[in-house]
């Protein structure tokens, strides 16, 4: 973990002006197509929430806003974030729900009360097919001061690229 030189960063304002909000945190939602993931992963007798976890924290690691956190009221950047399931004891983690009883449109999360909680959230709900697919829906919650709708871009590219080339990334 480094902190981020805020003198230096292009988003010190932008940061500064989305932890001042009341609610400096959002959420999208979107579907993917697990069509392929869940053929190989089956095929191979995977778990499938194990390996989705897998390929949103890889996706998650590669893209540098997901890795933003405060640490002791600064804005820091980790190396590598981990993910939990249970509970968060560290600023370094994702926090991943998985909902499969429902294919939800969008779900939110309990507000902690902490403004400087930028540890992302994902969840992930029950499948459904349309027109000879898969699909899932998939949400992202983040803290704006790190994380824009650009990067929760990048994150839905990434992940649907991984889901789709599942097979050709195992060998």
């Excluded at 909000?21 to 392929?36: E, K, L, R």
């Excluded at 950047?77 to 499969?100: A, R």
Aim: net charge positive; aromatic share 16%.
């Amino acid at each position: 973990m480094k902190y981020i030189d805020v003198s230096a960063w292009k988003r010190a304002m932008h940061c500064q002006v989305f932890r001042n909000s009341v609610n400096p945190q959002y959420c999208v939602t979107f579907h993917v197509d697990i069509t392929n993931f869940l053929s190989q992963v089956k095929k191979r007798g995977f778990s499938f929430t194990f390996s989705f976890v897998y390929a949103v924290t890889k996706c998650a690691n590669e893209i540098e806003e997901f890795r933003c956190r405060f640490v002791e009221g600064k804005p820091a950047i980790f190396e590598t974030i981990h993910t939990s399931f249970t509970y968060l004891d560290k600023s370094t983690e994702l926090f991943k729900v998985s909902f499969p009883w429902v294919s939800f449109s969008h779900i939110s999360h309990t507000e902690s009360g902490k403004k400087d909680n930028a540890i992302p959230l994902f969840d992930w709900g029950k499948f459904y097919e349309k027109e000879g697919k898969i699909f899932m829906p998939f949400s992202v919650q983040v803290h704006h001061s790190f994380v824009d709708g650009v990067h929760i871009g990048k994150l839905a590219g990434k992940l649907q690229s991984f889901l789709d080339n599942f097979g050709q990334v195992l060998g």
